[in-house]
T-cell receptor
Framework: RKEVEQDPGPFNVPEGATVAFNCTYSNSASQSFFWYRQDCRKEPKLLMSVYSSGNEDGRFTAQLNRASQYISLLIRDSKLSDSATYLCVVTQVGGYNKLIFGAGTRLAVHP | NAGVTQTPKFQVLKTGQSMTLQCAQDMNHEYMSWYRQDPGMGLRLIHYSVGAGITDQGEVPNGYNVSRSTTEDFPLRLLSAAPSQTSVYFC??????????????FGPGTRLTVT
């Protein structure tokens, strides 16, 4: 079983739609969680951290469910510029907290 | 402040050839790492370093060597290229402590094809 699993998509949504992605992780001891964004043929970049209480950054909301071992990303009022692959990232327990990346969920927003 | 730089951007090798992928960062980050990204597999850690003179293996180290003689540079060497090493390679850096330690900065990537 992969340590971090994501639905690869693609999620095809119209502009203005609300879309949500989930990500599950296997190690219940993982402590830190993040969403990274990767544009086509570019490097990944940090989108937002995911806090236990949930957090919001503009149109983006991230939530953590430790009991069920998943994190989610909600995007409201989707823009064309949101089209990208969203990578779920979990820290590996112990030893410099290596980052474990999911394979990503692709989002395509159309006019 | 250039961030993380990688060279070359593209490379084609024949099976059995060796080469070095260069990576440099100017943010004084202690932690540097190399990943490969293949379709459907996500980013897989090859090697990492927590400071000059200290390196360790990641998830998929076979066929690759690294060294860290300075804080800024972290080259990745392919010893004898194989078609299975065709991939996109990303170098990354971050701090090892503090709240900002999980923001990892990536270079633009090297697209390697081995024929």
């Amino acid at each position: 079983r992969k340590e971090v699993e994501q639905d690869p998509g693609p999620f095809n949504v119209p502009e203005g739609a609300t879309v949500a992605f989930n990500c599950t992780y296997s190690n219940s001891a993982s402590q830190s969680f993040f969403w990274y964004r990767q544009d086509c043929r570019k490097e990944p970049k940090l989108l937002m951290s995911v806090y236990s209480s949930g957090n919001e950054d503009g149109r983006f909301t991230a939530q953590l469910n430790r009991a069920s071992q998943y994190i989610s990303l909600l995007i409201r009022d989707s823009k064309l510029s949101d089209s990208a692959t969203y990578l779920c990232v979990v820290t590996q327990v112990g030893g410099y907290n290596k980052l474990i990346f999911g394979a990503g969920t692709r989002l395509a927003v159309h006019p | 402040n250039a961030g993380v730089t990688q060279t070359p951007k593209f490379q084609v090798l024949k099976t059995g050839q060796s080469m070095t992928l260069q990576c440099a960062q100017d943010m004084n980050h202690e932690y540097m790492s190399w990943y490969r990204q293949d379709p459907g597999m996500g980013l897989r850690l090859i090697h990492y370093s927590v400071g000059a003179g200290i390196t360790d293996q990641g998830e998929v180290p076979n066929g690759y060597n690294v060294s860290r003689s300075t804080t800024e540079d972290f080259p990745l060497r392919l010893l004898s290229a194989a078609p299975s090493q065709t991939s996109v390679y990303f170098c990354a850096s971050r701090k090892t402590w503090g709240a900002a330690s999980y923001e990892q900065y990536f270079g633009p990537g090297t697209r390697l094809t081995v024929t």
